[in-house]
């Protein structure tokens, strides 16, 4: 239950403003009214509805429609409230119901009818509020929850075997387990078989089928040691991670695309899902892993792994609109990036604390002990960060290439600085200051620009590719002048000059045939013109065609386009002729309102700001120049030079150094799409904001975690930069002592052994979570994983070589009445495969299965129109490709457009964190598993598979039948399958064995 | 939500609340699971066909009047506030793009380019007053369709086919018919089932895809009608026998049950899709009287009214079969040349053919669903993200406007005639900004007519009670018959 009710109360000093949260115990405050009778009315009563309802809005910081309920004063003004006459308060009216509706609260539920008279009976008895009682929004600060006890290690009980059960209480787990099956009248199953044992391990294990091979080896083995020795070789196989890392990549949300609007590809976001694969096959201690994923970059510099776990705060949706097209100055891009900080929040917590945080983004948690403050102390320390392609690893050569390089670099740097220090001392200060004086007049210039750019050719890959635009007058007409006028683009960080050519000339004709150059700048480069129009005059010509031919096109980011802001076309008197005029080009992106054949004689062009600023700035310049060269020396300006060229000459070779490996991560460094700007680590202001609205900031927050108990202090020191404060938050997720991080790890993991988690919400630890099934165990189990090494395969092992797992999930009535649930674990949850287990097994068992690992992933789509929104086309997809008979691990996940087969089953959502899978039974499934396209092609392989390993009918069915569910079906059914084989092929047989019951379960 | 006793204690109505009760149970028999055994109060409505215009068509253009427009039309526009345009959409106040008249008794004004849906007006309740929260097309598109700003919440027709479950099993749920072009903004996310069953999720048919429902039937040469028959019976067979020896675990029972369905479907899902039968004056009225032409490249009225109409012809069958959600899509995503709403360079150009269109196909619809008595309990919703800005883009075009829109509702439980919540002069905000229409009281008042409390129907995900309607949401009691 929230604390609405509980109390802090503290002597205060008189000028120090006194809030409680709540009602206390203060007789000596409270007036005497008519409702002595009741006392503290107001407090039990009252307050708590205002708390509730009323002061997130109506607060002295807030004082929303300038009223605040904060205190007595602030209540009783204006005649909202008249003690003693409710029907007169304003309040009253308000917060009645009239048609179903009341106006307070604001868009919210209105109180109810008993509440509503409380009110009006304490307005009318005077409205009697203690003199210095404060109110404040409600909060929970009760830490008095399970969940946020310290671990304590509990004495493991000691087990009492029940009579003909010798095999039970292998280890610990199974005396927890065994205590509450007995404080329940239950008893355990017997275990399961060896057949049912190798196909649950395998499956859990490595997400794969056994081959009948290996079931007929283990059911053979007769060492004493088989089982530990098939648990060793599967935590072993390199398809352990395979599986265990789709797990993980479900509650963090990892996708391929990048969700919201246009969907696109997020074409580097699978290293960090081979990292994950990887920290599982190596056994990375968890607390590695979370340090490595939340600040590898700042824990571990240097080190692939330190930027590849970065991935994880990318991993969720990201509103590429809100981002790259909106600028952050608008409120939809502010919108855009306070949703993407809390997509980043609610990760961590969600991930690594069970704890539903974002809760708090909009009013103070309900449930647990979170306020607004804490969430959006989270926020900060994200402040700085987005989600971008990052280098995680140059190889060790370009590294050491890089360092030398960058040495050198700063070096040449270094000197040049120096000289430049030496003229400053010679200038007396008269050089800084000239040049403070030219960089604000330069900020002064801010270029004036239309909505509508201009023209912008098609985007070329080579730069040498053919480009034309031209100007077709209404009639042959005596030209003089020919003006091109120079686009403006932040694109790219671009600016003045954007797309204007590098090498073009520009010819007039009167037939459009022959063609007479008016200027040819076709052999060498135009530099960059900024903003500064090219005229060319003097033409005096009769055309009709004025056209501009490109040879080299300027280059955009890693492209090559053509723009133009402007051609004007001028006769003698300056008159312009272009009215009425056509365009042609060769090509145009024609991407309305910006880029458009026809803006380029809209009469809109680029022009730089304050034009009194520009003459300044030239002055200053030119003033600036002079006393340089009066302190110049010859020798100085050689040694100048010379570092000159080697410092641009050190660039171009650091620039010509192979890229590296790229992966999408958190990142404070990028390069610039659109408005879409990396911040370089400068922390972006972070408010709590009232309701979650970007447009109602309140104070600024301060960096912090969640609270973990009343005294440890949450905050962090404001001054920590956007890398120390990722730092302290993953210290703090892996301190020993918190109580949150390591139950809510080996609950998942025992979750995804038994099914159901000792506690039964994986993602909520918190009051609207479930309790503990076996509050002992989960603690016990978190301590040993977190003092033995916080190895995941140690703790595997623990868990399948109990009793516990071993056992039958055969039906007992008598039990089923004591526990329908199975929460106390008295046999094995029977579970159906999940989405990518049956992808798998039907690969693997028709023989198609390619085990390759990593890389970039397979589509299973046809992906059509990626310019501008990618069209991803399952149903035109050709599952005979073999590029697609991989792992499911490693299939490309397109977060908008989920595979359709594998959303039928199942499959996690990748826009929401799946702690655990839905299990669902629908008639779309049988529809999948019957006729979806895989399926009969898989059919198809597998029927080639068993001609191949049998030669017979009966045996070939056999085989197949043993193949998808590793055992013997009994006589009459395997005639039964003959027969039908005989009617209509093995294909149709080896489609129907995919849809067994048996294939798709587990004992 | 609510249990039976409840109910029954909470019920004041007139009638026997045990006789209510049964009633409203009555329904269920022979229909799949739902989540709501008994409803909260008695429904006005069974089903609901959703009609999202992708993009965001123009409030001003079709149903929301403004003669200040006409009048100002080319004079500099002037909000009386900063306004922040999506884009630069702050040009000179621009008229309606086409030409306004009264129709029915109700005297409605709407333009010529919806002109059709001018012999329903009578019928029909318009919201002017809906406000959104972003100018972000994918955002507000989740919004309208989920009540979430975000992915990830199961979309309308996932709750309610949750809450109510199917009337009919040999079909889906909740069926959705994208635009023929390709999805809108956020794709099939719009329609999930998210932390729902995927029994819940909005499965998308395309008329005319060779395979209008994805594996609804093996395309395989060694797939026969006989194969497929025999094949099923032994698998049932073999599928009970596992069953048999694992007595007392439903899920095994239920999946050959699945199995059963699905053959069902097989044969129910064609029928409902084949509009072969239809005779010619039904045809005639969606609009399908030359289906399959050629049409032009540039975007056309007749090419529009034949998909559109298809389209709302196949969710009449199909509620008329026992869908219980039918959502019908008009536009794909922002690409060129623009095939939806979104009309930032050339109002009249896209909204003139998509419009008309849309109103051949709706007010067929409406008038189909009446004529066989089902409107009494067929909703009607018209939505789309968001609006769009009374002053100009460029020259003809028009600019996002998430501060006002219209919605319309016609059918079950709906008042006819009505214009409600007035947006203000220039349809830039509505007239009283501190009393909007949003989202979440356009599904409370669907929940409502469908017998459903909107804050009762809750499923608790990661800790949290989430709702369809948030923790919002009023039911719009002034348009309820």
Not at chain 1, 330 to 358: E, H, P, W, Y
Not at chain 1, 467 to 486: A, D, E, F, N
Not at chain 1, 901 to 921: G, H, I, V
Request: net charge positive; proline share 6%; glycine share 6%.
């Amino acid at each position: 239950m929230p604390n609405f009710l509980s109390i802090s109360h503290f002597p205060v000093p008189s000028r120090v403003q006194k809030i409680y949260w709540a009602v206390g115990a203060f007789l000596c405050l409270f007036p005497l009214s008519s409702l002595r009778s009741e006392e503290h009315f107001f407090e039990k009563k009252i307050a708590p509805l205002f708390q509730a309802h009323c002061l997130s809005c109506h607060n002295q910081d807030l004082s929303k429609g300038k009223y605040s309920l904060q205190n007595r004063r602030s209540a009783l003004k204006s005649g909202v409230i008249v003690p003693g006459n409710a029907a007169k308060s304003e309040l009253v009216d308000k917060i009645t119901l009239k048609g179903g509706k009341a106006s307070m609260p604001k868009d919210a539920t209105p109180l109810k009818r008993h509440e509503v008279a409380l009110i009006r009976k304490w307005i009318d008895a005077g409205a009697p509020w203690p003199k210095d009682l404060e109110l404040k929004e409600a909060e929970v600060d009760d830490f008095n929850w399970w969940s946020y006890q310290g671990l304590r290690r509990p004495n493991i009980p000691t087990i009492k075997i029940p009579e003909g059960k010798t095999k039970w209480g292998r280890n610990p787990i199974d005396a927890f387990i065994l205590r509450t099956l007995n404080e329940n009248k239950l008893s355990p199953s017997k275990e399961a078989d060896r057949r049912t044992l190798i196909r649950r391990l395998t499956f859990d294990l490595i997400g794969l089928p056994p081959s009948p091979e290996e079931v007929q080896a283990f059911i053979e083995d007769k060492s004493e040691k088989a089982y530990e020795h098939l648990v060793d070789r599967l935590l072993d196989s390199k398809h352990y991670g395979e599986r265990w890392a789709r797990h993980w990549l479900d509650v963090v949300k990892y996708a391929d695309t990048c969700g919201y609007d246009k969907d696109k590809l997020r074409p580097n976001a699978w290293p960090y899902r081979d990292y994950v694969i990887d920290s599982f096959n190596r056994d990375k201690p968890y607390s590695r892993f979370i340090k490595e994923q939340v600040a590898g970059d700042v824990l571990f510099p240097g080190t692939p792994e330190g930027i590849l776990g970065l991935g994880f705060i990318a991993c969720g949706p990201w509103d590429f609109i809100g981002h790259v097209e909106v600028p952050e100055s608008k409120i939809d891009g502010k919108v855009a990036r306070n949703l993407d900080r809390d997509d980043m929040v609610s990760n961590v917590l969600n991930t690594f604390c069970s704890v539903t945080v974002q809760c708090a983004r909009c009013h103070n948690h309900k449930f647990d002990p979170i306020s607004q403050e804490h969430y959006y102390g989270l926020q900060s320390i994200f402040a700085a960060v987005d989600r971008a392609d990052r280098v995680y690893d140059l190889g060790p050569e370009v590294k050491a290439q890089q360092s030398q390089l960058s040495q050198k670099l700063k070096a040449n740097r270094q000197q040049l600085q120096q000289i430049e220090s030496e003229m400053e001392k010679l200038s007396e200060g008269q050089l800084s200051s000239l040049r403070n004086q030219v960089n604000s007049l330069k900020s002064k210039i801010s270029v004036k620009k239309s909505p509508k750019y201009g023209y912008h050719s098609q985007i070329s890959k080579s730069q040498d590719a053919p480009k034309w635009v031209q100007v077709q007058l209404p009639k042959v007409t005596g030209i003089s002048k020919v003006t091109l006028y120079p686009c403006h683009d932040e694109y790219a960080g671009i600016g003045g000059g954007f797309g204007f050519p590098v090498r073009f000339k520009v010819e007039i004709s009167m037939d459009s045939k022959t063609w007479i150059p008016i200027f040819d700048h076709s052999k060498k480069d135009y530099p960059n013109p900024g903003l500064k129009p090219l005229v060319i005059k003097d033409i005096h010509s009769s055309v009709r065609w004025i056209r501009v031919s490109v040879s080299k096109l300027a280059e955009r980011s890693s492209d090559y386009i053509f723009s133009l802001a402007e051609i004007t076309v001028e006769d003698g008197q300056d008159k312009s002729l272009t009215a009425n005029a056509k365009i042609q080009a060769k090509d145009s992106i024609e991407a309305p309102v910006r880029w458009a054949k026809k803006n380029l004689i809209d009469g809109h062009w680029p022009q730089p700001g304050d034009p009194s600023a520009q003459k300044r700035l030239t002055e200053a310049t030119l003033k600036l120049e002079e006393l340089r060269k009066k302190i110049e020396t010859p020798e100085r300006i050689a040694k100048r030079a010379q570092l000159q060229k080697s410092v641009q000459e050190l660039e171009k070779q650091i620039q010509k150094l192979p890229k590296g490996k790229v992966v999408y991560a958190a990142a404070t460094h990028f390069n610039q799409q659109g408005n879409f700007k990396p911040t370089k680590g400068q922390l972006r202001p972070i408010h709590v904001l009232h309701r979650g609205n970007i447009q109602q900031p309140g104070k600024p927050a301060q960096p912090g975690f969640i609270p973990l108990d009343k005294t440890i202090p949450w905050q962090l020191d404001k001054n920590l930069n956007e890398a120390d404060r990722r730092a302290e938050l993953a210290k703090w997720l892996t301190s020993k002592e918190h109580p949150l991080v390591w139950r809510s790890i080996v609950n998942r993991i025992w979750q995804y052994h038994f099914g159901e988690g000792i506690v039964s919400t994986p993602n909520d630890f918190g009051r609207m979570g479930a309790f503990p099934s076996h509050p002992e165990l989960l603690d016990w189990l978190a301590l040993e994983f977190r003092d033995q090494g916080q190895s995941f395969k140690k703790l595997h092992r623990l868990i399948v070589t109990s009793s516990t797992y071993r056992q039958s999930s055969k039906f007992d009535p008598k039990k089923h009445k004591i526990d329908s649930n199975n929460q106390f674990f008295w046999r094995m949850n029977r579970r159906r495969l999940q989405a990518e287990e049956i992808r798998d097994s039907i690969l693997k068992v028709s023989g198609a299965l390619n085990p390759e690992m990593g890389g970039p992933g397979f589509y299973l789509f046809k992906l059509e129109k990626t310019a501008h929104s990618p069209h991803y086309e399952y149903h035109k997809f050709d599952p005979r490709d073999e590029k697609s008979h991989r792992r499911s691990i490693y299939r490309f996940i397109v977060r908008s457009q989920p595979d359709p087969w594998m959303t039928t089953l199942d499959c996690a959502d990748s826009s929401q964190s799946t702690p655990k899978r839905n299990e669902t039974l629908t008639s779309l499934q049988a529809l999948a598993l019957l006729n979806n396209k895989f399926n009969l092609v898989m059919a198809e392989r597998f029927s080639m598979r068993i001609q191949s390993e049998a030669k017979s009918l009966p045996e070939q069915v056999r085989r197949a039948v043993s193949l998808v569910i590793q055992r013997e079906l009994s006589a009459k059914e395997i005639e039964e399958l003959t027969q039908y084989t005989r009617s209509h092929g093995l294909k149709n047989l080896c489609r129907l064995l995919y849809n067994l019951s048996e294939f798709v379960y587990l004992d | 939500m609510l249990n039976r006793r409840d109910f029954l204690t909470q019920s004041s109505l007139g009638l026997s609340s045990l006789a209510l009760a049964m009633l409203l149970r009555e329904e269920s028999a022979g229909s799949s699971p739902r989540a709501i055994e008994v409803l909260h109060h008695p429904p006005k409505a069974k089903r609901v066909v959703q009609l999202f215009m992708a993009g965001a068509a123009s409030h001003l253009d079709l149903w929301d009047h403004k003669p200040y427009l006409e009048k100002h039309h080319g004079k500099k526009s002037d909000f009386g506030e900063h306004v922040e345009a999506f884009q630069n959409g702050l040009g000179p106040w621009l008229k309606p793009q086409f030409e306004f008249k009264p129709y029915g008794h109700s005297q409605k004004m709407i333009s010529e380019a919806v002109q059709p849906l001018g012999r329903h007006v009578d019928d029909i309740t318009f919201i002017h007053n809906m406000v959104g929260k972003t100018g972000v097309h994918s955002q507000a598109t989740y919004l309208q369709a989920t009540g979430f700003q975000r992915p990830g919440f199961p979309g309308m027709g996932s709750w309610i086919s949750y809450a109510l479950g199917s009337i009919n099993e040999n079909l889906p749920t909740f069926v959705v018919l994208p635009d023929h072009r390709g999805f809108a903004s956020n794709g099939p996310k719009n329609w999930g089932a998210a932390f729902l069953p995927a029994s819940s999720q909005g499965t998308a048919i395309f008329p005319q895809r060779e395979n209008p429902i994805e594996d609804l039937h093996a395309r395989a040469d060694f797939v026969n009608s006989t194969s497929d028959r025999e094949g099923l019976n032994l698998l049932n067979r073999l599928n009970r026998n596992y069953q048999e020896e694992r007595p007392q675990d439903s899920r095994l029972q239920a999946r050959i049950r699945s199995y059963e369905l699905a053959a069902r479907m097989q044969l129910s899902a064609p029928e409902a899709l084949d509009l072969s039968k239809e005779p010619k004056h039904i045809l005639k009225l969606y609009g399908l009287d030359r289906m399959g032409s050629k049409y032009s490249k540039d975007i056309n009225i007749p090419e529009e009214t034949e998909y559109f109409g298809r389209k709302c012809l196949i969710a009449r069958r199909l509620l008329e079969r026992g869908v219980r959600f039918v959502q019908v899509w008009s536009g794909n995503d922002n690409s060129f040349p623009r095939r939806n709403w979104d009309s930032h360079e050339n109002l009249k150009r896209d909204h003139g053919p998509l419009a008309r269109g849309m109103a051949v196909g709706a007010a067929a619809l409406i008038e189909d669903l009446k004529q066989r008595g089902m409107l009494d309990d067929t909703i009607v919703l018209w939505t789309t993200e968001f609006g769009r800005m009374p002053s100009s883009q460029g020259s003809t075009g028009r600019d996002h406007n998430p501060y006002v829109f219209t919605n319309w509702l016609c059918g079950g439980g709906v008042q006819g005639g009505l214009s409600y919540g007035p947006s203000d002069e220039w349809g830039y905000k509505p007239l009283d900004r501190s009393n909007p229409t949003q989202v979440y009281d356009v599904h409370a008042t669907i929940l409502h007519l469908l017998g459903i409390d909107h804050t009762r129907l809750t499923v608790r995900h990661n800790g949290i009670d989430r709702r369809l309607t948030d923790v919002h949401g009023h039911v719009l009691n002034d348009i309820l018959t």
